[in-house]
């Protein structure tokens, strides 16, 4: 299983929560979206007993420290764009800024599923045969939901509230 988060926004509380949940479910691959925005939050997400990857958002400051700091927790920094083999599935992992290349990407047929984030509203799509998740904010900023997905590539997607 896949946990799929994004938008956290230093939310020290939720990141718990996120890590905790998916600890809990036993997921095996964490997948953020961007985001994170600070260095310090490396520190909760080193308690993930699941391999990490993450990208840049538009938000992040300092992405060099931010680098460093989940680079030593051991998470894997995939820059603005992922492009990962999990779980037998191709993933593209990006923030999603901007709407026309989010589904270019997903119209492509190149990836089976594109994971993105920024817009801090939950939802999951099918194009193509490509499912399109974004999982929702998980600060609840905005929205004033914090939400993170589980994806289960036999399965499906289910977006929780945390």
Same mark, same amino acid.
């Given at each position: 299983?896949?946990?799929?988060?994004?938008?956290?926004?230093?939310?020290? %509380?939720?990141?718990?929560?996120?890590?905790? /949940?998916?600890?809990?479910?036993?997921?095996?691959?964490?997948?953020?979206?961007? %985001?994170?925005?600070?260095?310090?939050?490396? =520190?909760?997400?080193?308690? /993930?007993? !699941? %391999?990490?990857?993450?990208?840049?958002?538009?938000?992040?400051?300092?992405?060099?420290? /931010?680098?460093?700091?989940?680079?030593?927790? @051991? !998470?894997?920094?995939? #820059?603005?764009? +992922?492009?990962?083999?999990?779980? @037998?599935?191709?993933?593209?992992?990006?923030?999603?800024?901007?709407? *026309?290349?989010?589904?270019?990407? =997903?119209?492509? +047929? %190149?990836?089976?599923?594109?994971?993105?984030?920024?817009?801090?509203?939950? @939802?999951?799509? &099918?194009? $193509?045969?490509?499912?399109?998740? $974004? *999982?929702? &904010?998980? =600060?609840?900023?905005?929205?004033?939901?914090?939400?993170? =997905?589980?994806?289960? *590539?036999?399965? #499906?997607?289910?977006?929780? &509230?945390?």
């Amino acid at each position: 299983m896949i946990g799929i988060m994004a938008d956290s926004h230093d939310n020290m %509380d939720a990141i718990r929560t996120a890590v905790e /949940l998916f600890n809990k479910k036993k997921v095996r691959t964490v997948l953020h979206a961007g %985001d994170i925005i600070s260095p310090f939050t490396a =520190a909760a997400f080193s308690k /993930l007993d !699941a %391999d990490m990857y993450f990208v840049f958002g538009n938000n992040d400051g300092d992405r060099l420290l /931010l680098k460093q700091k989940f680079d030593e927790s @051991g !998470a894997q920094c995939c #820059g603005d764009f +992922g492009d990962l083999e999990i779980e @037998g599935k191709r993933i593209a992992l990006l923030h999603g800024i901007y709407e *026309p290349p989010v589904n270019a990407l =997903a119209e492509s +047929g %190149d990836f089976d599923i594109v994971v993105r984030g920024h817009t801090h509203h939950a @939802g999951v799509t &099918e194009t $193509n045969e490509t499912l399109l998740i $974004n *999982p929702g &904010e998980t =600060a609840g900023v905005l929205t004033g939901k914090r939400t993170v =997905a589980i994806l289960d *590539p036999e399965i #499906g997607v289910e977006i929780i &509230e945390i």
